[in-house]
């Protein structure tokens, strides 16, 4: 079975970075972890899960949501199935529950959660004023 661990959360005042990892591991069948695209997507209290940001298997192409362009930069590690979302320049309004996910499928919006196989359980994200 995979799992997904997310890990890098924490408080920051506004304006201020985190970096978000992912690790997965327990691939079978003989995938392996950049057989996968991997996003990032959050949810806050009341809020519906929106995704973050997304990028391809070999990481060739990254996709992002309009309101973290420029700010945030999602990477991946394949040798050490990794990955990685860089936030900069941090607002009150991305506290959230940050997941990471993965999928095989490649057709389909990016952004949508239902297209993802595998999920971590989420790592928070607090920005204070």
């Known amino acids: 079975q995979v799992q997904v661990v997310e890990s890098g959360g924490g408080l920051v005042q506004a304006g201020g970075s985190l970096t978000l990892s992912c690790t997965a591991s327990?691939?079978?069948?003989?995938?392996?972890?950049?057989?996968?695209?991997m996003g990032w997507f959050r949810q806050a209290p009341g809020k519906e899960r929106e995704g973050v940001s997304c990028i391809t298997w070999s990481g060739g192409s990254t996709y992002y949501a309009d309101s973290v362009k420029g700010r945030f930069t999602i990477s991946r590690d394949n040798a050490k199935n990794t990955l990685y979302l860089q936030m900069n320049s941090l607002r009150p309004e991305d506290t959230a529950l940050y997941y990471c996910?993965?999928?095989?499928?490649?057709?389909?919006?990016?952004?949508?959660?239902?297209?993802?196989?595998?999920w971590g359980q989420g790592t928070q994200v607090t920005v204070s004023s």
């Open positions: 327990g691939f079978t069948s003989g995938l392996t972890f950049d057989d996968y695209a």
């Open positions: 996910a993965a999928r095989r499928l490649r057709i389909g919006s990016w952004s949508d959660f239902n297209l993802y196989n595998y």
